[in-house]
């Protein structure tokens, strides 16, 4: 068993110390052995039971930047922008404009 961090948990994020590189561990194979896991870059690997134990490895937190493995993401996706809503946003009246050339008594927003 790794001294530093133990079995693998599925979950689990984890940094090779020697390399700095970050990944998940998203599965494991009691038969054969093996720890699947994935970078943080999106590739699949597998590590074999002594392998595990033979790396230099730490627990850490999920990256903030979940997009590492997910192709084609822009920012303007992400919902990180300046369209954000914002409490004046709301209070504007949810009744459709009238439409051009129509009487402001036919729309129902007359006296």
């Known amino acids: 068993m790794n001294e530093n961090v133990g079995r693998p948990t599925i979950g689990q994020w984890y940094a090779h110390k020697d390399k700095g590189a970050v990944f998940q561990v998203v599965g494991y194979d009691d038969r054969t052995r093996t720890i699947e896991i ?12 002594e392998a ?18 997910v192709d084609d993401v822009e920012k303007d996706d992400l919902g ?7 409490p004046l946003d709301w209070a504007q009246s949810l009744k459709p404009a ?11 927003a007359g006296a």
């Open 38 to 49: 994935q970078e943080f870059e999106g590739d699949l690997d597998e590590i074999d039971a």
């Open 52 to 69: 595990w134990d033979a790396m230099p490895l730490e627990r850490c937190e999920p990256p903030e930047d979940w997009t590492g493995p």
């Open 80 to 86: 990180y922008s300046d369209t954000e809503s914002r």
């Open 98 to 108: 009238p439409l051009e050339g129509e009487d402001l008594e036919d729309s129902g």
